[in-house]
């Protein structure tokens, strides 16, 4: 699977920035946040709790962003 550049920048030493993954997986959250943000609101949970949750947020949203540069690649 490749992982190519979100903006690519053709310039000498300079940082090529975001993964497409990593944009991939930031839209992805972009769409989730309400969703996570009204959960955690509401359920009222403990800091650990809340953070279990946004790990499986964020690991679903780089699960999709994979599965999306795969799709790319057929």
Not at 12 to 18: L, Y
Not at 31 to 39: C, G, I
Not at 55 to 73: F, I, T
């Amino acid at each position: 699977m490749t992982n190519p550049p979100a903006f690519p920048i053709h310039w000498e030493n300079h940082d090529k920035g975001m993964s497409l993954r990593d944009y991939f997986a930031a839209r992805g959250l972009e769409v989730l946040m309400h969703k996570v943000t009204s959960e955690l609101e509401s359920k009222h949970y403990s800091i650990e709790k809340a953070q279990k949750i946004q790990d499986v947020y964020a690991s679903m949203c780089y699960s999709m962003a994979d599965a999306m540069l795969k799709a790319r690649e057929a």
